[in-house]
């Protein structure tokens, strides 16, 4: 198991830019494949990007396709997200999320992710 904290949260306007890190705490942090999910109140969480362990695998919902780029440095045992071309209906908690299982187990699945951080506010105004 490790541990997550995420950070980079805030208020932004529409158009902008924001960069979620999440840092995690344990020495096998290489061997997850990370990933980013968000939820609405009263929705369901949504994955919303996954990165393998080695970063050569990636995935993203369509509705953040070319605008959201999720990435890794294992040496830090960090995962981000950078958001460009924020939208509105970004706006959500969004958390990071560790899965132990083999790629096809963890992308685009939130029921094999083993760790959850604590989650990080978005808010993109009009």
């Known amino acids: 198991q490790v541990q997550l904290v995420e950070s980079g949260g805030g208020l932004v306007q529409a158009g902008g830019s924001l960069r979620l890190s999440c840092t995690a705490s344990?020495?096998?942090?290489?061997?997850?494949?990370m990933n980013w999910f968000r939820q609405a109140p009263g929705k369901e969480r949504e994955s919303v990007a996954s990165i393998s362990w080695s970063g050569e695998s990636k995935y993203y919902v369509d509705s953040v396709k070319g605008r959201f780029t999720i990435s890794r440095d294992n040496s830090k045992n960090m995962v981000y997200l950078q958001m460009n071309s924020l939208k509105p209906e970004d706006t959500t908690a969004y958390y990071c999320a560790a899965c132990g299982r083999r790629w096809y187990q963890c992308a685009p699945r939130k029921e094999n992710v083993g760790s959850w951080g604590q989650g990080t506010q978005v808010t993109v105004s009009t």
């Open positions: 344990g020495r096998t942090f290489s061997s997850y494949t």
